[in-house]
């Protein structure tokens, strides 16, 4: 179990360790900032639907290793959006925290996006031992608000990209289907 946790954990940083090496090879487009705030989105939305794909992966197989890898993973979803958030704070705005505030209030898309990485603090604060004994049963309760993140998550990217739809429809598609999945699995207890 240890040495599957190690190499999904070395997986996970892969998309890090890649835009590094686009980095350092000077491959991040025209727009480096963009491409840097995009890249780091789309891996936070791939990681999050792979973190839902966990309980139907379980399911299917009938192996708990994916219910034990699914914290972590989510973890990683934590880490992306952070630092999403990040480069765009940082690199994009230059930590105008003013700017940040008027993106938040005026763009639907950065306010979405937003508080999809506000609900995922108490997730990721939560997402230790401890905090699921002191918790209890309201563990559970709290951390499917991840449903909540996916769907702000899959709206964030809608409504920012404003031509090619394409690939916002298919991770929305995506989370639909997990999302449907559990609704129905729900519905038949």
Known sequence: MKSIKVLVFILLLVPIFMLVYYGFNDDLT???VEYILH????WALRILLLTLAMTHLKNITKQAIFLRLRRMIGLFVFFYVSLHLLVYTWLDLEFDFAHLWEDILD???ITVGFL??????PLAITSN????R???KKWKTLHKSVYVVTILACLHFLWLVKNDLLEPL????????LLFYRLYKYAKK
């Open 39 to 42: 890249y780091t989105g789309l």
């Open 107 to 109: 763009r639907p898309y």
């Open 170 to 177: 298919i991770y929305a598609g995506i989370a639909f289907v």
């Open 30 to 32: 025209a727009d480096p």
């Open 134 to 136: 002191k918790l209890g």
């Open 129 to 132: 031992k401890k905090m699921i």
């Open 116 to 121: 999809a990485w506000l609900l995922l603090i």
